[in-house]
């Protein structure tokens, strides 16, 4: 499966920025989603992951609260919709895709290129 990661921007502390993931491919559906985050000479961390199902999530305790992951199977896209946005929410986000239903990222197979957020103060 191939990953394109859109709606990455500029905004400021408090705002909300939603970004999807586009997937080519006809197994979508089998594969548990997810989303990563680096910041500046930070390591990769998780953010949110959503099953097969589209109803089972995982957050970050960073983002519990403020950030939403949702798919639909049948446009092959995952989104996270991203609120009351802090500063410390500055990173390049990725999805991935991955058949293991868990916040480790070397259980992901396939990444998409990354999408820039910066929130301004």
């Known amino acids: 499966v191939q990953l394109q990661a859109s709606g990455g921007g500029l905004v400021q502390a408090g705002g909300s920025l939603r970004l999807s993931c586009a997937a080519s491919?006809?197994?979508?559906?089998?594969?548990?989603m997810g989303w990563f985050r680096q910041a500046p000479g930070k390591e990769r961390e998780f953010v949110a992951a959503?099953?097969?199902?589209?109803?089972?999530?995982n957050y970050a305790a960073s983002v519990k609260g403020r950030f939403t992951i949702s798919r639909d199977n049948a446009k092959n896209t995952v989104y996270l919709q991203m609120n009351s946005l802090k500063p410390e929410d500055t990173a390049v986000y990725y999805c991935?895709?991955?058949?293991?239903?868990?916040?480790?990222?070397?259980?992901?197979?396939?990444w998409g290129q990354g999408t820039q957020v910066t929130v301004s103060s």
């Open positions: 991935a895709a991955g058949r293991s239903y868990t916040s480790s990222d070397y259980s992901y197979d396939h």
């Open positions: 959503i099953a097969w199902d589209e109803v089972m999530t």
């Open positions: 491919g006809r197994t979508f559906s089998t594969y548990v």
